[in-house]
């Protein structure tokens, strides 16, 4: 249906397409894994955990190294980051990563971005880690844990790609769709009496100023078409003390697969 009907129809349909959008917030898309991908995983110990109603997905690649978390974006799953685990095992680092709630091989259900933060803020204060290493959306997960644990031991925080803004997620829905702008008052409406939130304020561009004591590096592809690289940069900007790379052809997905990007990371957790 072309997004210029779904407009007009969402136009008079308000509430109708108002939980269809928030359907879309919560309802995350699971993509089929490659067969390398799969191959990473089965490489790990995995073991299921109960956690807010879901089987939460975990894996562990041991190693007598420093510890690593992975942190996967939004209908992503740990099996992303098969290339870079197996650089990580193979350099000697103690890998963790999961699968968040109704991602990847974890339970399926509603969920929403606070059940993924509290997830990585129970990892971050359960494992004894030393490093993190998130993907888009893991990005906000992250630092908002973060920016609310006083006592943590991360040392050091590689960001591939983060967005910055809540609202421009909320934005890229309503576009994506097609919704009128009223349904899309509604959906924030909607999100914010539900989760007793206030969607300007959640940005990582402000998380980050209340992260204390990590070596952070912000690696973003100039041709990312799906977070464009100015939220990166504005993530960067508030951050004092950050490092920020600009790298090219790599796009949204593809820096999970990129060599020059690897070395960067190594040489960055050296």
Same mark, same amino acid.
């Given at each position: 249906?072309?997004?210029?009907?779904i407009?007009?129809?969402?136009s008079?349909?308000l509430?109708?397409?108002?939980?269809?959008?928030?359907?879309?917030?919560?309802?995350?898309?699971?993509?089929?894994?490659?067969?390398?991908? !799969?191959?990473? !995983?089965?490489?790990?110990?995995?073991e299921?955990?109960?956690?807010?109603?879901?089987?939460?997905?975990?894996?562990?690649?041991p190693?007598?190294?420093?510890?690593?978390?992975?942190?996967?974006?939004?209908?992503g799953?740990?099996?992303?980051?098969?290339?870079?685990?197996?650089?990580?095992?193979t350099?000697g680092y103690?890998?963790y990563?999961?699968?968040?709630?109704?991602?990847?091989?974890?339970?399926?259900?509603?969920?929403?971005?606070?059940?993924?933060?509290?997830?990585?803020?129970?990892?971050?204060?359960?494992?004894?880690?030393?490093?993190?290493?998130?993907?888009s959306?893991?990005?906000?997960?992250?630092?908002?844990?973060?920016?609310?644990?006083?006592?943590?031991? $991360?040392?050091?925080? $590689?960001?591939?790609?983060?967005? #910055?803004?809540?609202?421009?997620?909320? #934005?890229?829905?309503?576009?994506?769709?097609?919704?009128?702008?009223?349904v899309?008052?509604?959906?924030?409406?909607?999100?914010?009496?539900?989760h007793?939130?206030?969607?300007?304020?959640?940005?990582?561009? #402000?998380?980050?100023?209340?992260?204390?004591?990590?070596?952070?590096?912000? $690696?973003?592809?100039?041709?990312?078409?799906?977070?464009? $690289?100015?939220?990166?940069?504005?993530?960067?900007?508030n951050?004092?003390?950050s490092?920020?790379?600009?790298?090219?052809?790599t796009?949204?997905?593809?820096?999970?697969?990129?060599?020059?990007?690897? #070395?960067?990371v190594?040489?960055?957790?050296?």
């Open positions: 249906m072309k997004t210029s009907i407009k007009f129809l969402s008079i349909f509430n109708k397409f108002t939980q269809l959008a928030y359907r879309n917030l919560t309802h995350p898309q699971v993509k089929k894994l490659r067969e390398r991908e !799969l191959k990473t !995983l089965n490489k790990a110990s995995q299921d955990i109960a956690f807010e109603g879901f089987t939460i997905r975990t894996y562990h690649w190693n007598p190294g420093k510890s690593i978390l992975l942190i996967h974006g939004w209908e799953q740990a099996g992303n980051f098969s290339d870079i685990i197996e650089h990580l095992i350099a103690n890998v990563a999961f699968d968040g709630p109704s991602h990847g091989f974890s339970s399926k259900g509603t969920t929403s971005m606070f059940e993924f933060i509290e997830l990585v803020s129970y990892f971050i204060q359960k494992l004894e880690l030393n490093y993190l290493i998130s993907h959306f893991g990005g906000v997960a992250t630092t908002y844990a973060l920016s609310q644990l006083a006592e943590h031991s $991360i040392e050091k925080y $590689i960001l591939l790609t983060t967005p #910055d803004r809540f609202s421009e997620r909320i #934005d890229a829905v309503a576009d994506q769709v097609g919704i009128a702008h009223k899309k008052l509604k959906l924030i409406k909607l999100l914010e009496d539900k007793n939130i206030d969607v300007q304020t959640l940005n990582v561009s #402000d998380f980050v100023k209340d992260i204390q004591g990590v070596d952070s590096l912000i $690696i973003h592809g100039k041709d990312d078409r799906v977070i464009p $690289i100015q939220q990166s940069q504005r993530v960067h900007k951050w004092p003390g490092s920020f790379l600009e790298v090219e052809d796009g949204h997905f593809r820096i999970l697969r990129s060599d020059p990007v690897f #070395d960067r190594l040489d960055f957790l050296a």
